[in-house]
């Protein structure tokens, strides 16, 4: 997956997933670390090759997984998606790892090309069209992101994997949300986002192609080239948005996922080390 040549850590060589890292090692408010082998975040895992689900399993120690992607996304349905193969069964269960569908979106495809579509009108600069693509995803996640909250909420959990299309956007709000819990500082919240462009930078390509494609978006390269993007701006924006809006990372938990005080502090104590 072109992973050889990423910095290790926070890339992991999975074959067969793109974008595969560890959350873990980033400084927090209580000048305390954020736990590895924890929390892993990836683009769509359904293409892991048996030798990757190895590593995942034995060396990572991963016993769960989020799916955040949307039905349309898992079913390969409408034109984006022309050419795309559906995914293979199950090929988490011969190795004792749960997935678990948690759509944000369930019903629509919120993957990064049908981001772009909703807010093409802000492909062209600025942070408008990622900070309301983070709201909404932000209002209608509460109950996919609180099952991971609850995963990690419970004594001794074990090593989880979240994940969307790319790993970007629905993966990326709630990686920041985490650190935001813990107080990592916000640019390297920001800076850890922005990782994801080099994680993605060999598919990059084919999403823009799917993009241009489209009659709302032909001809507009430098547009779709910026809504594929992991900008450090566009996190930093993002995280004034869930401070003001949602009243923060903690708040957001407790009010909007219904974890109780105790949950949200157990929750801290297994983040870090």
Known sequence: ?????????????????????????????????VRNALVYRAADPSKVTPEGLKKMKEELGITTIFDFRSLPELQRT?????????????????????RHWTP???AQDYGPEQVALRYKHYTRS????FVQAYRDILSSGTEAYEKVFR?????????CLVHCTAGKD????????????VGVEHEVIAEEYSLTDLGLQHLKPMFI????RNPALAGDEAGVANMVSSRKECMLDSIVMINEEFGGAETYIKERCGLSQNE??????????
Request: charged share 20%; proline share 8%.
């Open 1 to 33: 997956m072109g992973s050889t040549s990423l910095p290790s850590p926070p890339f992991v060589d999975v074959e067969g997933i793109a974008n595969f890292r560890d959350i873990g090692g980033y400084t927090t408010a209580s000048s305390q670390k």
């Open 78 to 98: 409408g034109p984006e998606w022309a050419d795309v193969e559906t995914d293979h069964p199950d090929p988490f269960a011969p190795y004792s790892i749960m």
């Open 104 to 106: 944000v979106f369930a």
């Open 126 to 129: 600025g942070t408008e069209g």
């Open 151 to 159: 995963h990690l909420a419970q004594e001794a959990p074990g090593g």
């Open 170 to 181: 629905r993966t990326g709000v709630l990686v920041a949300l985490l650190f935001l819990l």
């Open 209 to 212: 192609e799917r993009l241009l």
């Open 264 to 273: 949200i502090e157990l929750l801290k104590r297994n983040l870090v080390a």
